[in-house]
C-alpha cells in the first residue's frame, strides 16, 4: 500500500512537471495537450495499481495475476479517456496522441517496476508456507521436505 502511495505522488509530481514544461516551451493548445495526456496516463496507473497493492499483503500468491490485470485495466482506461477526451475537447490531434503514447510507455515502465517490486518482497510459490510449517513441525511430510 505505501508502494502505491508513493506511486501516486511521483505520478501527480510528474504531471506537474510535464505541465510546467510544455507550458513553456510550446503553444499554450499544445501544452493543454501534453498536460491532459500526461495526467490521462499517470490518472489511470494510479487507479490501476490499487489492487495489487492490497492483493500484496492479503493473497501474494495471486500477485501476478493481480499485476497483469492491473496492466490491462490500465492500458484499456488509458485507451476509453483519452479517446473520450479526443472525442470531448478536440485538442491538436497529433501532439495530444504523441504525448499519450510517451505517458502510457513512461507509466508502464514505471508500473512495471512496481510490479516486479510487490513480487520480490511479498510473492511466495503456492504451498511453500504449508511445506516449511510441516517441516517445522515434525508432521506428515517432514521427511519429503528434507529430501
Not at 76 to 81: C, E, G, K, Q, Y
Not at 116 to 140: E, F, I, N, T
Request: proline share 6%; glycine share 8%; net charge positive.
Amino acid at each position: 500500500m505505501r508502494n502505491w502511495l508513493l506511486c501516486s505522488v511521483v505520478g501527480l509530481a510528474a504531471v506537474w512537471i510535464a505541465t510546467s514544461v510544455a507550458r513553456r516551451t510550446v503553444a499554450p493548445e499544445n501544452a493543454a495537450a501534453i498536460s491532459a495526456a500526461a495526467a490521462i496516463a499517470v490518472g489511470a496507473a494510479i487507479v490501476a495499481l490499487g489492487p495489487p497493492a492490497v492483493v500484496a499483503r492479503r493473497f501474494p500468491d495471486q500477485l501476478g495475476m493481480a499485476g497483469m490485470g492491473a496492466m490491462l485495466v490500465r492500458l484499456f482506461l488509458t485507451l476509453f479517456v483519452g479517446w473520450w477526451y479526443l472525442r470531448s475537447r478536440q485538442p491538436p490531434k497529433q501532439v495530444f496522441l504523441n504525448a499519450l503514447v510517451v505517458s502510457y510507455l513512461v507509466c508502464l515502465t514505471a508500473e512495471t517496476l512496481v510490479v516486479v517490486r510487490l513480487v520480490q518482497k511479498h510473492w511466495r510459490p503456492p504451498g511453500k508456507d504449508a511445506d516449511a510449517s510441516r517441516a517445522s513441525s515434525g508432521g506428515p511430510g517432514a521427511a519429503d521436505s528434507d529430501a
